[in-house]
């Protein structure tokens, strides 16, 4: 079997590989795989750093049976007959992409998607959420720093790695009771998590932090029992908000209101209940005044978000009482980090993590799938969409209505 590395064509530009050039050494003496990488000047690992490792860089990807990215490829640049791995972003039926899947399904090509990668229990085995929530945290304490002059950390972007950008965590002061909420209870809080441990913020209880006043900047993690609750008062089952978030009513201010800043990591469903809305922020007890919505679902869960920042502003206000954008240090607005592309911001790191997850965990799968977890994760095969996206039908047929 032979992979191709192919360059990214996207516009703007991804600096991540799904593979560093180390690990595709590795897999080339480890493995009965052949890798080879496609040319390129916009990766953050240059060429040259491939072929330090032994790795083939060459123009053209024609002769591999498989080829893998990180975004979307475009329609101009897919080659027929082969197996890609790359996000399509289409198995939510997003309109902008539905061409790309009818082209795919055209030039008889295998799409395994790296969303839809899983284990026999459903859980995701791939992705690049731990750094969201890494430089997410990291961006939230930017903001902090910049709202309130207290100081000024380098942005993540700027760092050469991870190791650098952490270096910089020692710039942070924060006031003693400083409290900070994080949501959710997946891959993009844990990242979010290392770097509060890094920082050495204490962790509490919900309930701890709730109720007590502390001497040091201290930090909870809520999950959706502690933000939602059952809207007849019923005994809360965490099943039933995924299943039945009709149920389920916001139950957020009670952290709201002792809250200093809230980074968000949390998955939101758009027949779930906001987490707080425009109205609680305007409630005088409402007292966060940073919000970093890794998640950044827009003007949606969390209302401040009126938009995506970017890498390159990634800060603005939000003006409580008139709901619309501020500047990020007007006088009562809220200070909102939104970047929606974070782990591009560490792209060497984000990457490296990636190839180790897809070395150990897809991999070994790609060459004896006997569990199916390639197959689980191929959306169009032969031509045709699999039985397990024949629920894409009506979006590749274009008979989708508002």
Same mark, same amino acid.
């Given at each position: ?51 330090? /490792? ?9 002769? %591999? ?22 996000? &399509? ?13 009818? /082209? ?32 997410? %945290? ?31 965590? &020692? ?25 509060? @441990? ?30 939602? !609750?059952?809207?007849?008062? &019923? /005994?809360?089952?965490? &099943?039933?908000?995924?299943? @039945? ?8 201010? !009670? ?10 990591? @949390? ?13 609680? /922020? !305007? ?86 799938? @006997? ?8 959306? %169009? ?22």
């Amino acid at each position: 079997m032979k992979i191709g590395v192919i360059k990214e064509g996207k516009i703007p530009p991804d600096e991540r590989v799904p593979l560093s050039p180390q690990q595709c050494a590795e897999i080339n003496a480890d493995f009965p795989v052949q890798v080879v990488v496609q040319k390129s000047n916009i990766r953050r690992f240059k060429d040259e750093e491939y072929q330090a /490792a032994g790795v083939p860089v060459v123009d053209d990807v024609s002769d %591999c049976d498989v080829l893998m990215g990180v975004k979307e490829v475009p329609v101009s640049e897919l080659i027929d007959n082969k197996t890609y791995f790359y996000f &399509s972003h289409t198995i939510k039926k997003q309109p902008y992409n539905r061409k790309l899947l009818l /082209a795919m399904i055209e030039k008889n090509i295998a799409m395994v998607d790296y969303e839809a990668l899983t284990n026999t229990k459903g859980i995701r085995l791939i992705g690049f959420g731990k750094y969201a929530g890494i430089v997410g %945290c990291y961006n939230s304490f930017y903001a902090y720093g910049q709202q309130t002059g207290e100081y000024n950390l380098k942005r993540a972007y700027q760092c050469e790695d991870r190791a650098e950008m952490e270096a910089e965590l &020692s710039k942070i002061k924060l006031p003693a009771n400083y409290k900070i909420v994080t949501s959710g209870g997946g891959r993009v809080n844990s990242g979010i998590e290392e770097i509060l @441990h890094k920082i050495g913020i204490k962790r509490v209880s919900p309930q701890e932090l709730l109720s007590q006043t502390f001497n040091e900047p201290v930090y909870a993690q809520i999950l959706v029992d502690d933000y939602y !609750k059952k809207t007849d008062g &019923s /005994a809360f089952k965490r &099943s039933e908000v995924y299943s @039945h978030p009709e149920r389920f009513e916001r139950d957020f201010m !009670k952290f709201a209101r002792v809250a200093d800043m809230y980074i968000s990591g @949390h998955f939101w469903d758009e027949d779930a209940p906001y987490i707080f809305t425009r109205e609680d /922020a !305007k409630d005088p007890s409402f007292n966060i005044k940073v919000v970093g919505d890794v998640s950044c679902d827009i003007d949606a869960a969390v209302a401040c978000t009126l938009r995506p920042s970017t890498i390159a502003d990634p800060i603005y206000g939000y003006d409580v009482l008139n709901e619309k954008e501020t500047a990020y240090n007007a006088p009562g607005a809220i200070t909102v980090m939104a970047v929606d592309n974070l782990p591009c911001e560490l792209p060497k790191d984000a990457s490296r993590d990636f190839g180790r997850e897809f070395i150990d965990k897809v991999l070994p799968h790609l060459i004896n799938d @006997h569990e199916r977890v390639i197959e689980r994760a191929t959306i %169009c095969k032969n031509g045709d969409l699999t039985p397990d996206y024949e629920y894409l039908r009506d979006y590749v047929n274009g008979e989708l209505t508002a």
